[in-house]
């Protein structure tokens, strides 16, 4: 891919920049993007792809939005950054006010963090610090199997076993309770057994377990798994019937991707604690949130720290809350509802097709979110580089392609996302 007009330096790239999961010994090839616009990412040779990732769920309305672009300039001229303890701000103020609107009611503090995997470390603290202020030992979390939670320590170890290789760090991975994942799809007929095994772990483990932490209705990076929202719906009556608070990791989900604000919604759920980030900017800085109820966050107080023991360095950067505020207004504007619903609808007629080729196991949708599951894994260099020829940026991992493009993307934009998969099938 190097060039002679390349000015961004591959070769230095490929023998000293670590990129997210990948070897230094057999790097893979990187594409340099020059900038983006829209759903378009710009290649520095002139090429532009139609974004199909969102920059991994987060570039919600596509890139270099004005509005987003204005909130940031607006506030880098005011104070790009100061301190939160002992200080506070309007876009940090205004962020947890529309936080706390948009979540369901009982939600009604915010703790504003760094990125997800903290979002999550913090959710975790929070439920450990509950159960010690009451006096309980209770160190465990349940989780399922196909789990993506981050990749610090805390969020690793709740994530599925597997994946997240957790034989590396026996010994020092604090190790949790997994139960079997939801087999029921979305769209399929409640099966009641499916929650059986969650069940006998959750009253196996009852009294010491602080909390229970899952992704609602889809799977992220752990699978790529949409499950029935009824599944969920029983976690709930399971945390309250066995007194264990509730973690929703909507990271992934929030902010509309599943047709949904939040997905908790399709099961008319509300979680203890809830975690947000990715698309909580729009894409353009990372800022994430743990929101919890005034009981849990009152309990945490009054124990013996009397305080929640978490502060960040960055927290509430005052760039990445103005954002965050015009990327909420966007959708308080309310166009992704039919966005999204016309995403899932094309989605719905195109990857039944898709689902038909020999390579394929399974297809499935939600939302703005498009999964093709193949029976091999697939060679990850090859399949991108025939991507990019075809002029659309999806990046595939294991045996899973899939597609959460900016929610602004055209019916016919959309159509070269799923032809290309189509094709490359072929
Ligand atoms: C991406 C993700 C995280 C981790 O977020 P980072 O910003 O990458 O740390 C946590 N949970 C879920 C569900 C995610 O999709």
Same mark, same amino acid.
């Given at each position: 891919m190097q060039n002679s007009t390349s000015y961004i330096d591959l070769e230095f790239d490929q023998q000293h920049v670590w990129h997210p999961y990948t070897s230094t010994?057999?790097?893979?090839?990187?594409?340099?993007?020059?900038?983006?616009?829209?759903?378009?990412? @710009?290649?520095?040779?002139?090429?532009?792809?139609?974004?199909?990732?969102?920059?991994?769920?987060?570039?919600?309305?596509?890139?270099?939005?004005?509005?987003?672009?204005?909130?940031? @300039?607006?506030?880098?001229? @005011?104070?790009?950054?100061?301190?939160?303890?002992?200080?506070?701000?309007?876009?940090?103020?205004?962020?947890?006010?529309k936080?706390?609107?948009?979540?369901?009611?009982?939600?009604?503090?915010?703790?504003?963090?760094?990125?997800?995997?903290?979002?999550?470390?913090?959710?975790?603290?929070?439920?450990?610090?509950?159960?010690?202020?009451?006096?309980?030992? =209770?160190?465990?979390?349940?989780?399922? =199997?196909?789990?993506?939670?981050?990749?610090?320590?805390?969020a690793m170890s709740v994530t599925d076993p597997d994946n997240s290789m957790h034989s590396l760090y026996k010994g020092f991975l604090p190790e949790h309770i997994f139960a079997e994942s939801a087999e029921c799809g979305f769209y399929d007929?409640?099966?009641?057994?499916?929650?059986?095994?969650?069940?006998?772990?959750?009253?196996?483990?009852?009294?010491?377990?602080?909390?229970?932490?899952?992704?609602?209705?889809?799977?992220?990076?752990?699978?790529?798994?949409?499950?029935?929202?009824?599944?969920?719906? =029983?976690?709930?009556?399971?945390?309250?019937?066995?007194?264990?608070?509730l973690i929703a990791d909507e990271i992934a989900t929030g902010f509309g991707r599943t047709g949904k604000m939040f997905a908790c919604e399709h099961a008319n759920i509300s979680p203890d604690i809830m975690c947000v980030g990715k698309a909580l900017t729009g894409g353009y800085m990372t800022l994430s949130a743990t929101l919890t109820t005034k009981h849990v966050a009152d309990t945490v107080c009054s124990g013996e720290a009397a305080c929640f023991m978490h502060?960040?360095?960055?927290?509430?950067?005052?760039?990445?809350?103005?954002?965050?505020?015009?990327?909420?207004?966007?959708?308080?504007?309310?166009?992704?509802?039919?966005?999204?619903?016309?995403?899932? =609808?094309?989605?719905a007629e195109t990857l039944p097709e898709i689902g038909k080729l020999n390579k394929v196991k399974a297809v499935r949708w939600l939302g703005a979110i498009g999964v093709v599951e193949l029976h091999e894994t697939v060679n990850m260099a090859e399949i991108q580089k025939s991507f990019v020829d075809k002029g659309v940026w999806i990046r595939p991992f294991g045996k899973l392609i899939y597609i959460m493009p900016p929610f602004i993307i055209k019916p016919q934009e959309l159509s070269c996302l799923t032809l290309a998969i189509l094709q490359i099938l072929q």
């Open positions: 010994i057999i790097p893979l090839p990187c594409y340099p993007v020059e900038s983006a616009q829209g759903v378009y990412l @710009k290649l520095e040779d002139g090429r532009e792809l139609i974004d199909g990732m969102s920059s991994w769920w987060s570039a919600i309305h596509g890139y270099n939005h004005p509005a987003l672009n204005q909130a940031a @300039k607006s506030q880098l001229d @005011k104070m790009s950054h100061v301190m939160f303890g002992g200080i506070t701000h309007q876009p940090a103020v205004e962020l947890c006010r936080l706390v609107a948009l979540t369901p009611a009982p939600l009604q503090h915010v703790f504003l963090a760094d990125s997800g995997s903290v979002a999550v470390e913090v959710a975790l603290k929070m439920a450990l610090q509950y159960w010690h202020a009451k006096g309980q030992r =209770r160190p465990k979390f349940l989780t399922v =199997r196909h789990g993506y939670h981050g990749d610090t320590f805390a007929e409640w099966c009641e057994d499916d929650i059986t095994d969650f069940r006998n772990n959750l009253i196996a483990y009852r009294n010491e377990l602080a909390a229970v932490i899952i992704e609602p209705v889809v799977q992220g990076a752990g699978g790529m798994r949409i499950y029935h929202p009824t599944y969920l719906t =029983r976690i709930r009556q399971l945390c309250d019937e066995y007194d264990v608070l502060g960040p360095t960055f927290m509430g950067n005052p760039l990445a809350c103005a954002v965050a505020n015009a990327s909420l207004e966007l959708l308080m504007q309310g166009d992704w509802q039919q966005q999204v619903h016309n995403i899932e =609808r094309q989605l």
